[in-house]
């Protein structure tokens, strides 16, 4: 039932949003759960006529732990397992996703892209959230990442709207976020 309860970041976005679609979401992953609760919630609403469009889903996982990234960019069905590196994204770091198969078949159905991130790049994001009042814990925050190196690489335009989610708190990890902040 997790991924059923997944299912409501997709309902609440969607009346948040007056119930309309985002152009784009951009999750992180380790398990991939939020891609596949996405895309089911989405094709759900696109069934019942309340969407016009499926929203392009983002995937980003940090670069020491990314196995879902690379069976995506390789157009693998399945994931290779992988031993992770230490990560501050540590939320994310599983290397060997239970649902891979299922996360890269709801990626490709909405159009997604994958994407992994440095360590410097999820710190960066981290930093730039909170200087505008975001208080994200870093494997949240990797989200940030990926959409800006995205966005730098040009394969996002930054038009239309874009959602990025941003599920866990700095307060959390707090030996982290003291980490990142240099303190």
Same mark, same amino acid.
């Given at each position: 039932?997790?991924?059923?309860?997944?299912?409501?970041?997709?309902?609440?976005?969607?009346?948040?949003?007056?119930?309309?679609?985002?152009?784009?979401?951009?999750?992180?992953?380790?398990?991939?759960?939020?891609?596949?609760?996405?895309?089911?919630?989405?094709?759900?609403?696109?069934?019942?006529?309340?969407?016009?469009?499926?929203?392009?889903?983002?995937?980003?996982?940090?670069?020491?732990?990314?196995?879902?990234?690379?069976?995506?960019?390789?157009?693998?069905?399945?994931?290779?397992?992988? !031993?992770? @590196?230490?990560?501050?994204?540590?939320?994310?770091?599983?290397?060997?996703? !239970?649902?891979?198969?299922?996360?890269?078949?709801?990626?490709?159905?909405?159009?997604?892209?994958?994407?992994?991130?440095?360590?410097?790049?999820? @710190?960066?994001?981290?930093?730039?959230?909170?200087?505008?009042?975001?208080?994200?814990?870093?494997?949240?925050?990797?989200? &940030?990442?990926? &959409?800006?190196?995205?966005?730098?690489?040009?394969?996002?335009?930054?038009?239309?709207?874009?959602?990025?989610?941003?599920?866990?708190?700095?307060?959390?990890?707090?030996?982290?976020?003291?980490?990142?902040?240099?303190?």
């Amino acid at each position: 039932m997790f991924i059923q309860g997944i299912k409501t970041q997709a309902y609440e976005i969607w009346e948040d949003l007056g119930h309309t679609a985002p152009d784009t979401i951009v999750l992180v992953a380790g398990s991939g759960s939020q891609v596949i609760g996405h895309d089911l919630a989405w094709h759900e609403l696109e069934r019942a006529d309340a969407v016009d469009q499926v929203p392009r889903l983002v995937m980003v996982q940090p670069a020491s732990a990314a196995p879902l990234v690379d069976a995506f960019a390789k157009g693998a069905d399945d994931v290779e397992p992988v !031993v992770p @590196a230490a990560t501050m994204a540590e939320g994310t770091a599983i290397g060997n996703p !239970v649902r891979g198969r299922e996360v890269l078949v709801a990626l490709r159905r909405c159009n997604g892209l994958a994407v992994a991130t440095s360590e410097d790049a999820i @710190a960066a994001a981290t930093r730039t959230l909170a200087g505008r009042g975001l208080w994200a814990e870093p494997t949240s925050a990797n989200a &940030y990442a990926g &959409y800006r190196a995205l966005r730098d690489a040009g394969q996002l335009d930054g038009t239309g709207t874009t959602v990025l989610v941003l599920t866990g708190s700095g307060h959390k990890c707090a030996a982290r976020m003291v980490e990142v902040f240099g303190g």
